[in-house]
Each structure stands twice: as structure tokens, then as C-alpha cells.
């Protein structure tokens, strides 16, 4: 075994990988805040070990346990690693036969072009963030989609109702800087299963609770972040911004206002304020439950603590109301003023930072060329694929194409997505590592290549930085980067824009605006150079950017007009006819040992979640009759799923889990939670409502 450890070359072409030891830099493409530096070890080869890059500063040497089995899933002996066609019929037990990439391209080609002769928007791309890499994201992927006419996707499914409301607060997607929570005083982790979903985050929050700060945690479900705070509440899913409503009432009575922030940097107070004086802590603790002293010792801690910082996490906003409630909460640290200090205010996404240094023409919207469009949303792929042609959709969409995404698995109500996915006409093609619910309902699976055999540089939606994805090692069996393969295609369907001869080196150079975002080009570019040495490049931002005012928006303030509290579509008080029939509310959290979908097909991971499972509190299932380990069936009047009964201490009663997202497949009964979940949108953002959900459970 060879001993010398080198850095990889900056310009490391898969084919480079060779005998000896390298260390190639990463960047993790999940889709999580945490976007970490990789250090990956090839060896005669073979990836042999992934770890957290020890010097980049928010990763410092840690990685969470799903992503230090990369090897293991890339090596996993289902990978896809050849093109593959259906042989069944789509209702049928999915079988498919080897082809070559020639066949595959030419086959598919032909029908895209069939289609696209009568109408391109019945083309649609169907993608999100399996990898959060921009090449293998959209880059070749939206110019080749462009270029077609194909319809637009509406890119919903997470994070655009949360964004939203911070966007129409703030101006954009911005918040805190990372490392600066570790020297707050009182952190309020909301929405948020930081040490499941949010690892690197938690780190700064326990260097500040070890200087003596108190975390609260705000969520339905004693998670195990819950279990390491110093308290935490117990609300009932979807009444966040009757909460933040609550705070504002105790915050206006005791005085506890910054004056001076308020009229300088804040728009809409006095309608505000009249909206937050009807919440009185009786009402709020009504409406969230919770007991009013919750509501009356949270305002206080939360204003007399500074700095005072808050972690909004996407869990909270998967409501109808959940845009409004993110609004209300973002105006609370301008209430306070706690934006004045940098360990103050509130971080929910950090993406829109990166916004000014991004290049627009990436993914070339020119090559539409002015031709009609139309836009799908993602969140109700179930009920658009089984929609027919009419004046206001346009045309039934014929050919779905699948990459970075499980959607039979992860939309919601998956009894109409399955049904849309089986219907015979439709032509759909997956670009994928394997084979997921998706892909089994597929007439053509493609083999894409991992982040550890492709080149990608990558922003954060939790940090700041800049990151590259060196390829570590060659492309397995004739697996391709999704890049490769639109190229590929494109180039099948006769398409010869030099757009489509762009390599993976020439879109990664393009990714970022060549001059940053100062008109003369002085300050905020992207030193790629920089970047391919250390492996990430910090932003060049303020330290505490909201200290006085300078909000992102038109006009320069943080914005309150029209922020107001919204019930679910489902709950006890605002559906009392249809919570007598199904009473428990259901949320669907990720589980700590997966990420969305992926990584349930990997065997260690899959080990420590055991199977599906329902957790419920013990007076829930005491009055059901349900003994804790038992199978449930879980029900409303969208559908049904099997899984296994934990009565748990972390349930509250009222609420169940279904901790996700599993593949269909692998659950009892071939389904998964999204059996029981609905396409109903959020107030903004047009985003799902994945936890404002009721339903009932009985024995199996
Ligand atoms: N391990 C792991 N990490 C992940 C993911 C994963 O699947 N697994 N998913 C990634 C993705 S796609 C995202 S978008 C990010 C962020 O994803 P998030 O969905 O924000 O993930 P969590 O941090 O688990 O936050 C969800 C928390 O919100 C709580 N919650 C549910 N409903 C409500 C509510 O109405 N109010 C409040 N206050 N809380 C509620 C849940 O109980 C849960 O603990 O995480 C990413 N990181
Ligand atoms: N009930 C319920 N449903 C949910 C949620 C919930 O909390 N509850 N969470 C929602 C959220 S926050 C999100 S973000 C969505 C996530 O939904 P998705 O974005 O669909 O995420 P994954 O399920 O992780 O599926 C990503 C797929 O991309 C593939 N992939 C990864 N890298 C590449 C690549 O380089 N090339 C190609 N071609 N494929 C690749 C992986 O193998 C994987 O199968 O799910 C949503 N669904
Ligand atoms: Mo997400």
C-alpha cells in the first residue's frame, strides 16, 4: 500500500485516478443547510473514506453518519450503472433490459421530438435537489429544457413558502451568519431538528449554551434536539405565527420594544401592533396549545436576553399559513432591535447572498426565445399529470423527465402521483443512481454519476461559502454527470447550439458573474482560483449586516403590511366536522438517518431506523387500544398506509409522527406517508402543506 498522501491536482480529470493515495476535495451535495466540505480518500482508485475537510470552518473535520457512508452507497451493489428500458406494462411489476446508451438516446430523442413538433410545453422536467450542485443541478439541464420550450417547473416542493415570507419581510433570503450564533445569549431553535437535520449549526448553539446561553426549542415534537435544550414547547403543528402574535402582545405590554429600530427600520408597525394586542397570552396559548405561562415566559426570555438569536428551520412553514408565520417571526428580532448585534436576529436561509454573485444566463433562458411557456408546480404533480388538455393548462403533459428527485416517493397524496406515473402514454425517462419508486415507473432509466464522480460547485442555503466538488474517482460501469447526459441528448434530438458544447470546466467558470456585483467589479467576486486551492471561498460580507437597517428590500426596511396568522386547511378549530372523524394532526419530519429519500436503500443507515413508524403519545394509543410495537393502518379519505406503532414520549397528544421519507417500496404495504398528505398550497410560495394533515389510526 502506498503511503504518499498528495492534494489533488486543481484540474483533475476523472481518468487521472491512478494508483496511490490522493485526497480530492468535496463538497456534500445533500440537500441540507450544512453544505460540508469534503476530504475524500482515494486509494489505487477507490474511494475508500469521506470526511469533513478539518480546516473549512463551519465542517471543522465532522461529518453526520449518513454522509460518512458515501462510499457505501456509491459502491452499493444496486446502483444503476447501465441504461435501462421498460419491458412491463406501467401497471405491472416494473421489469426492465439492459440497452445502450445509442439506443436510449436515439429512442428517447425520437419521441421528444414527436412531441415537441406538436407542442414542447407537453415536455416537462421534473427535478429538485438531490444534488444542490449547480452543473448537475440546472445548468445543462435548464439550457437543453429552454432551448425545447419545454413547460417550466415551479421548483416548490421544501423551501418557497418559508422563503417567501422572508423574502416579503426582509427583501431576500438572509439572515445571521452561522458562526455568530455561538455567541448569543438565548437561542430559540424553531421548527428545527437541528441535531438531525441541521448537525453543523448545532455546534455553534452548544459553544453557546457552554458560555451560558439557554436554547429553547419551538416544535410539535420533543425531537432530540428538543431533549438538549434548556426548554421546550410543544405547539400544535401550524400555529407558529399565532405564537410569534402571542410574543408581540407580551412584548408591546411590558415595554420591551426598540423604539427607535422600529421607526427607523420597520414598515407597517402601527397595523401590526393593532393584530398583536388581540393576541393575549389566554388566546395564543388557546390556539397553539400550550398554557398561557409558556407564552408569557417565552416573550420574556426572548426580550430580555441579548443578544437573542433565532434558528427558523422549514419544518414550521409546511402549513397553509406557513409563509405568513415565517413573516412574524422574522419581524420579531426587528421588534426587539436584537438585530442591532451580530449574534442577534434570525437565520432561516442564507441563500439569497449568494443571489448578487450568481450568473443569471447560466442556465440560458435566452433559448427560449420568446416562445410561449407555461409553469407546473412541482407540489401538485399528482393532479397535473392526470389533468387533460384544456384553454387554461394547455397541453396534457406526455413526457416527464426525472433527475435529482423521487417524487413518486416525496409529493404529496401519492395515490393520484402513482396513478399520473402509471398512466400508458406517458413517456417517462430518470436519470438516476437507483432504482426508487421513481425509476420502477419509468419507460427509460439513465445511470447518473455521484458527487464522487462528477465536478460541481455549490452555495448554501446555511452558511456562506463557496464550495467545489473535485471528482474523486472515474464514472462507474457507464454511468454519466446529468450534464453529460443533456449534452448527449441534445445533441441526439439534433441541437447544436454552442451552448450544448460548453464542458463541465466551461459551466463551472460561467457559474458566477465575471465582474461580482459592484457595477465596477471592485469587491464580492468569486476567486476561482481561490476556491479550487482552499476547496470553498467565504463571501465578502458585512459582520452584523442588519444593525442598522439596510434590509435587501425596496425600501430598505423590513416590511409588516399584511403579515397576519393563518389556521391549517386541517385542524381541530378550523375543520371541527372533519377532526371528529380524523383527529390526530400528522406531521412527516426527515429521520435523522436519512436525507428526504435518499439513503433509505442504504443498508447501515436503514439498520439504525429499523422500519416505518408512527410515533404516538401513550394516552393517544391507550384510548385507541394500541399497544406500542404493533402495525397500524393510518387513514383519512385520501388514502392508507402500514407501518409500526412507537408510543412514544415524544408525541404529544394529539399529534402523530410518520418520520420520513421511506421508499414506497420498502414499507409494509408498498406506501409511504404521502399516501394521506394533500396538494392544497400555502399562502405564498405555492408551496405543499405536508404537515397540515389530519387522520386516524387503528389496529392493522
Ligand atoms: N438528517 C436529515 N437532515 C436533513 C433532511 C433529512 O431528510 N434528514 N432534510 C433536509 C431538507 S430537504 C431540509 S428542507 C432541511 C430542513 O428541513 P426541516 O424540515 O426544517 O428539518 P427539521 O430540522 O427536521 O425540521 C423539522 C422540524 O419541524 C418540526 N415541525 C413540524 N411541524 C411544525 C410546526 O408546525 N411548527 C413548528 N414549530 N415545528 C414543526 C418537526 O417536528 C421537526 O422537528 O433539512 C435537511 N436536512
Ligand atoms: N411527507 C413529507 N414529504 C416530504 C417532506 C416531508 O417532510 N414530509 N419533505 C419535502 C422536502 S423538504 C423535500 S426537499 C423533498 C425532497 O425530495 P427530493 O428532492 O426528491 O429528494 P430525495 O428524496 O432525496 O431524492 C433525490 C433523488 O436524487 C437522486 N440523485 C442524487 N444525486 C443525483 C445526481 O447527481 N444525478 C441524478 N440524476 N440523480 C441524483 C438520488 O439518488 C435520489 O433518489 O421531499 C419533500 N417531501
Ligand atoms: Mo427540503
Known amino acids: 500500500m502506498s503511503s504518499a498522501v498528495s492534494e489533488a491536482p486543481v484540474n483533475l480529470a476523472p481518468q487521472a485516478a491512478g494508483s496511490g493515495i490522493r485526497i480530492v476535495k468535496g463538497a456534500c451535495p445533500h440537500d441540507c443547510p450544512d453544505t460540508c466540505a469534503l476530504r475524500v480518500t482515494v486509494e489505487d482508485g477507490r474511494v475508500v473514506k469521506v470526511q469533513g475537510q478539518p480546516d473549512h470552518p463551519s465542517t471543522h473535520g465532522a461529518l453526520c453518519t449518513k454522509v460518512s457512508r458515501y462510499p457505501e452507497r456509491t459502491y452499493h451493489a444496486e446502483r444503476v450503472l447501465h441504461p435501462l428500458k421498460r419491458v412491463s406494462a406501467k401497471h405491472e411489476p416494473p421489469r426492465f433490459e439492459r440497452i445502450t446508451w445509442a439506443q436510449a438516446l436515439g429512442e428517447i430523442a425520437g419521441r421528444l421530438r414527436a412531441i415537441?413538433?406538436?407542442?414542447?410545453?407537453?415536455?416537462?422536467?421534473?427535478?429538485?435537489?438531490?444534488?444542490?450542485?449547480?452543473?448537475?443541478?440546472e445548468a445543462m439541464a435548464g439550457r437543453f429544457f429552454n432551448r425545447l420550450g419545454a413547460s417550466l417547473l415551479d421548483r416548490t416542493i421544501c423551501a418557497s413558502a418559508g422563503g417567501a415570507g422572508l423574502a416579503a419581510t426582509y427583501g431576500h433570503k438572509v439572515g445571521m451568519h452561522l458562526a455568530h450564533f455561538a455567541e448569543s445569549?438565548?437561542?430559540?431553535?424553531?421548527?428545527?431538528?437541528?441535531?438531525?437535520?441541521?448537525?453543523?449549526?448545532?455546534?455553534?448553539?452548544?459553544?453557546?449554551?457552554?458560555?451560558?446561553?439557554?436554547?429553547?426549542?419551538i416544535d410539535p415534537r420533543k425531537t432530540e434536539t428538543a431533549d438538549k435544550c434548556h426548554r421546550h414547547l410543544a405547539l400544535l403543528p401550524g400555529t407558529d405565527g399565532a405564537l410569534a402574535l402571542g410574543l408581540m402582545h407580551e412584548l408591546i405590554a411590558h415595554g420591551w420594544l426598540d423604539h427607535d429600530y422600529i421607526a427607523r427600520h420597520v414598515d407597517g408597525w402601527e397595523e401590526l401592533r393593532a393584530k398583536a394586542l388581540a393576541w393575549t397570552p389566554e388566546r395564543t396559548a388557546a390556539e397553539c396549545g400550550l398554557t398561557a405561562d409558556e407564552v408569557r415566559d417565552l416573550a420574556r426570555d426572548y426580550a430580555t436576553a441579548a443578544p437573542a438569536a433565532i434558528r427558523l428551520n422549514y419544518g414550521m412553514q409546511r402549513v397553509r399559513g406557513g409563509g405568513n408565520a415565517v413573516r412574524l417571526i422574522?419581524?420579531?428580532?426587528?421588534?426587539?432591535?436584537?438585530?442591532?448585534?451580530?449574534?442577534?436576529?434570525?437565520?432561516?436561509?442564507?441563500?439569497?447572498?449568494?443571489?448578487?454573485?450568481?450568473?443569471?444566463?447560466?442556465?440560458?433562458?435566452?433559448?427560449r426565445g420568446g416562445r410561449p411557456s407555461r409553469t407546473i408546480n412541482m407540489s401538485t404533480i399528482g393532479d397535473d399529470l392526470l389533468r387533460e388538455a384544456s384553454p387554461t393548462f394547455g397541453p396534457r403533459i406526455e413526457a416527464l423527465i426525472v433527475y435529482n428527485s423521487n417524487p413518486v416517493a416525496v409529493a404529496p397524496e401519492s395515490p393520484k402521483v402513482v396513478a399520473g406515473f402509471e398512466r400508458a402514454d406517458l413517456l417517462t425517462v430518470v436519470l438516476e443512481h437507483f432504482m426508487t419508486d421513481t425509476a420502477d415507473l419509468a419507460d427509460y432509466v439513465l445511470p447518473a454519476t455521484t458527487q464522487l464522480e462528477h465536478l460541481d460547485i455549490h452555495i448554501s442555503y446555511g452558511h456562506t461559502d463557496v464550495l467545489v466538488n473535485e471528482p474523486a474517482i472515474a464514472p462507474l460501469g457507464e454511468a454519466k454527470p446529468n450534464t453529460q447526459i443533456f449534452r448527449e441528448l441534445a445533441a441526439a434530438m439534433g441541437l447544436d447550439e454552442p451552448a450544448f458544447h460548453d464542458d463541465d470546466e466551461a459551466l463551472l467558470r460561467q457559474a458566477f458573474r465575471a465582474g461580482g456585483p459592484d457595477a465596477d467589479g471592485a469587491a464580492g467576486?468569486?476567486?476561482?482560483?481561490?476556491?479550487?486551492?482552499?476547496?470553498?471561498?467565504?463571501?465578502?460580507?458585512?459582520?452584523?449586516?442588519?444593525?442598522?437597517?439596510?434590509?435587501?428590500?425596496?425600501?430598505?426596511?423590513?416590511?409588516?403590511?399584511?403579515?397576519?396568522?393563518?389556521?391549517?386547511?386541517?385542524?381541530?378549530?378550523?375543520?371541527?366536522?372533519?377532526?371528529?372523524?380524523?383527529?390526530?394532526?400528522?406531521?412527516?419530519?426527515?429521520?435523522?438517518?436519512?436525507?428526504?429519500?435518499?439513503?433509505?436503500?442504504?443498508?447501515?443507515?436503514?439498520?439504525?431506523?429499523?422500519?416505518?413508524?408512527?410515533?404516538?403519545?401513550?394516552?393517544?394509543?391507550?384510548?385507541?387500544?394500541?399497544?406500542?410495537?404493533?402495525?397500524?393502518?393510518?387513514f383519512n379519505d385520501r388514502g392508507s398506509y402500514r407501518c409500526k406503532l412507537d408510543v412514544s414520549a415524544r408525541a404529544r397528544d394529539g399529534v402523530v409522527h410518520g418520520l420520513g421519507i421511506w421508499w414506497r417500496k420498502l414499507g409494509a404495504d408498498g406506501r409511504n406517508v404521502n399516501e394521506v398528505t394533500h396538494q392544497r398550497l400555502t399562502d405564498m410560495g405555492r408551496a405543499p402543506c405536508f404537515y397540515d394533515c389530519l387522520v386516524e389510526v387503528a389496529a392493522a
Open 116 to 137: 415537441a413538433a406538436r407542442d414542447p410545453r407537453a415536455i416537462l422536467p421534473y427535478s429538485y435537489a438531490g444534488t444542490m450542485g449547480l452543473l448537475q443541478g
Open 185 to 217: 445569549r438565548l437561542i430559540l431553535i424553531w421548527g428545527s431538528n437541528s441535531i438531525a437535520s441541521n448537525l453543523h449549526f448545532w455546534t455553534f448553539a452548544n459553544q453557546a449554551r457552554r458560555n451560558g446561553a439557554t436554547l429553547i426549542c
Open 330 to 367: 422574522a419581524l420579531l428580532p426587528c421588534l426587539t432591535g436584537a438585530w442591532r448585534h451580530r449574534a442577534g436576529g434570525l437565520l432561516l436561509s442564507s441563500s439569497g447572498w449568494f443571489a448578487p454573485f450568481k450568473n443569471p444566463a447560466l442556465e440560458r433562458p435566452d433559448l
Open 525 to 634: 467576486t468569486i476567486d476561482l482560483a481561490r476556491l479550487r486551492e482552499q476547496g470553498w471561498f467565504k463571501l465578502p460580507l458585512a459582520e452584523a449586516p442588519f444593525a442598522d437597517g439596510g434590509f435587501p428590500s425596496a425600501s430598505g426596511k423590513a416590511d409588516a403590511r399584511g403579515a397576519n396568522y393563518l389556521p391549517n386547511y386541517e385542524s381541530r378549530l378550523s375543520t371541527p366536522e372533519l377532526a371528529a372523524r380524523y383527529p390526530l394532526a400528522m406531521i412527516s419530519p426527515p429521520a435523522r438517518n436519512h436525507l428526504n429519500s435518499t439513503f433509505v436503500n442504504v443498508k447501515s443507515l436503514r439498520d439504525i431506523e429499523g422500519e416505518q413508524v408512527l410515533e404516538m403519545s401513550a394516552g393517544d394509543a391507550a384510548m385507541r387500544g394500541l399497544a406500542d410495537g404493533q402495525m397500524v393502518r393510518v
